[in-house]
């Protein structure tokens, strides 16, 4: 998907109209100064700033551990196996 780039000097002059696109098609525009990509403007998600929904994925995840400042030994590191 090829996001919509527009230059400052033409977001300055139409700022509520591409604000408003952004609202209605729920795509992001990059805002470009001479040519070089400076601002994303991206559509407002509530989920992505919810401070629940960032820890969800990690969720159960969590392990307990009996000993923690016992040595750990090589057969213990999952990423060796």
Same mark, same amino acid.
């Given at each position: 998907?090829?996001?919509?780039?527009?230059?400052?000097?033409?977001?300055?002059?139409?700022?509520?109209?591409?604000?408003?696109? !952004?609202? @209605?098609?729920? @795509?992001?525009?990059?805002?470009? $100064?001479?040519?070089?990509?400076?601002?994303?403007?991206?559509?407002? $998600?509530?989920?992505?700033? $919810?401070?629940?929904?960032?820890?969800?994925?990690?969720?159960?995840?969590?392990?307990?551990?009996?000993?923690?400042?016992?040595?750990?030994? !090589?057969? $213990?590191?999952?990423?060796?196996?």
């Amino acid at each position: 998907m090829q996001l919509q780039t527009v230059s400052k000097s033409s977001f300055k002059a139409k700022a509520l109209e591409y604000m408003r696109l !952004v609202e @209605q098609s729920q @795509q992001s525009i990059i805002i470009t $100064d001479m040519g070089n990509p400076v601002v994303q403007i991206s559509p407002y $998600d509530a989920k992505a700033t $919810d401070p629940e929904n960032k820890l969800y994925a990690l969720r159960g995840t969590l392990q307990k551990y009996k000993a923690p400042t016992s040595p750990v030994e !090589v057969a $213990d590191w999952e990423v060796l196996q």
